[in-house]
């Protein structure tokens, strides 16, 4: 598929996550046990859960806890792939080799134990994906960093501007366009893209672990839904002797995720290189 | 350092958050004897004093009690019951991944595979967990908390862990990047032409690179070994380090995620021993075997 076919994709998905995350509704419908687990045909599109609300809403509502911050962190990850990658085109060495230091340091915390002391601290009563979003994207921006600092150091690095100021080009056009424009493009929006897939997987896991011990979740407040609530109830439907029959909602969930790992993808072919 | 930056952040944030310490574990609405339990876990003498006295006790291998999610229970111990089960299901989830790294420098792992084992690699650790968890729960039933049972969780979960959030495909394609592009390498050529073996001649320099990537993946093994324990059950590290996490058992995640530490700055200790070894090797250069 060419470049256009993948921006369409990852323009298609990231327009369902947003406009899924606007139109949330704020509080899920009022109960109705007649249609509980009643199944696409009856509560279109996705079914029901089991009292009776559909499942859209669930759809939504995780559409709406994880959006901002997930496309957050996967700014700032691009953002500070850029960064790096500037940084070796600048050739400031001295600045080059602390912020190597300090990413080493960081790379070195497993994220997940980050991820948790940041939600250990959130007060309760202002639950919300994003602190832990900004954790995940510092922890991972080194990586990002570095991974832009060898593609520029690949260009040449600051021979590379050297070379292009010498055919007369302005500083703007060479770092804007040539180096993060023509050669830093695609790896800082891979990795961007890819922060924005763990942002939103980090949500389901965090959710889905608390909803098993019957807690609220660190990452949304009660009145809302996860997409790791249709994960949990469709869950259920595994055991053919509890006769639960909520495959439709095992079967969204997993759409929901097929569909970030399908907007991940897109977005990092739509900006490969020529 | 490692190990004393966690805790001490861990500190920080304690203090950092609103109210003071003592009363975030025992809120004086809820019960009495505030104070007396801000002297006993030595909480009434600022940051300082605590993180002084908790690393004093931790170098003594005491890491006091658990403050809520495991009351009064010696942190010490619960670290040493998990320890061995989250060695055993990271230590086995490892296996995937060296045998990726060695699949790929050997080309056992066809590249036609690549593909497909990328596509497989994007699969979430919690939606594969949620299928061990169910393959667990179906094969032994109201048995699978038992010895049998929590065997299998481990080895299930250690393959989870191995082929979820790319582990695996990660390992293959990291490796065969790195062979291939030093394999482009005028002395590779020049090498292969004199009769030599392409591995032999590549190895030795691609190894420091490929530690430092193994080190990277040991890193999100452990990272994500908090959801495999906690979806399948198994009685570890990060399993005590979620449960700390619920209760804000600020006592049982500095024990913890200190633990953590300890084994990231062990494996980065383990990465510089490689490379000086390597370093060391290549310093004799070693004559290479016609094939």
């Known amino acids: ?274 | 350092m490692l190990p004393l930056m966690v805790p001490a952040i861990i500190t920080g944030l304690i203090w950092a958050l609103p109210g003071d310490p003592a009363s975030l574990i025992c809120p004086p609405s809820r019960c009495s004897g505030t104070q007396a339990l801000a002297e006993r876990w030595n909480l009434d003498a600022g940051p300082f004093q605590f993180f002084v006295g908790w690393l004093r006790d931790a170098l003594a291998l005491n890491f006091g009690r658990s403050w809520s999610a495991f009351q009064g229970m010696d942190v010490g111990n619960l670290l040493a019951e998990a320890i061995p089960v989250s060695l055993m299901l990271v230590g086995l989830a490892s296996l995937w991944i060296f045998t990726g790294v060695f699949g790929a420098a050997t080309g056992w792992i066809h590249r036609r595979l690549d593909p497909l084992l990328q596509t497989s690699g994007m699969i979430p650790v919690l939606v594969l967990a949620l299928v061990g968890a169910a393959i667990v729960d179906l094969t032994y039933g109201f048995g699978s908390s038992g010895q049998e049972g929590q065997m299998a969780r481990i080895i299930i979960g250690s393959a989870v862990l191995g082929l979820a959030d790319g582990a695996f495909a990660g390992a293959v394609a990291g490796t065969r990047g790195l062979f291939s592009s030093e394999s482009r390498q005028r002395y590779v050529g020049v090498a292969i032409l004199r009769g030599e073996r392409e591995l032999a001649n590549t190895l030795p320099n691609v190894t420091p690179a490929l530690v430092g990537q193994l080190r990277a993946r040991l890193l999100h093994l452990l990272s994500g070994a908090v959801v495999v324990e906690v979806m399948l059950k198994i009685n570890g590290i990060g399993d005590l380090l979620w449960a700390g996490t619920l209760e804000q058992d600020f006592g049982l995640v500095l024990g913890t995620a200190t633990l953590f530490a300890v084994g990231s700055a062990l494996l980065l200790v383990l990465q510089a021993m490689c490379e000086v070894a390597v370093a060391l090797h290549v310093r004799r250069s070693p004559g290479v075997q016609a094939a």
């Open chain 1, 1 to 274: 598929m060419n470049r256009r076919t993948w921006l369409i994709l990852a323009l298609g998905c990231l327009g369902l996550l947003f406009s899924g995350a606007w139109m949330a509704p704020e509080h899920l419908s009022a109960m109705d046990l007649r249609l509980s687990l009643a199944g696409p045909d009856l509560v279109w599109p996705f079914g029901a859960d089991v009292k009776g609300r559909p499942l859209r809403e669930y759809a939504l509502q995780g559409a709406e806890v994880v959006a901002l911050p997930a496309i957050t962190a996967g700014l700032v990850v691009a953002l500070a792939g850029v960064f790096g990658g500037l940084l070796r085109c600048v050739g400031t060495e001295s600045v080059d080799a602390t912020i190597q230091g300090l990413g080493e340091v960081m790379g070195a915390l497993p994220r997940m134990v980050v991820v948790l002391v940041v939600a250990l601290v959130i007060p309760r009563d202002s639950r919300s994906l994003m602190p832990m979003a900004l954790a995940w994207a510092v922890l991972a921006a080194p990586g990002a960093m570095d991974e832009a600092a060898s593609v520029a150091e690949r260009l040449g690095g600051s021979r590379f501007v050297e070379a292009l100021r010498a055919h007369g080009y302005s500083a703007t056009r060479i770092y804007l366009v040539h180096v993060v424009g023509f050669n830093l493009r695609p790896v800082v929006v891979r990795q961007g893209a890819e922060t924005l897939m763990q942002v939103v997987f980090l949500e389901i896991a965090l959710s889905y672990l608390a909803l098993m011990e019957g807690r609220p979740s660190f990452t949304h407040p009660d009145s809302s839904r996860s997409w790791a609530d249709l994960l949990q109830l469709g869950y259920k439907s595994l055991f053919p002797s509890l006769r639960y029959d909520s495959e439709h909602a095992l079967w969204l969930g997993l759409s929901l995720l097929g569909l970030v790992g399908l907007m991940t993808v897109s977005i990092g072919r739509m900006a490969r290189a020529r």
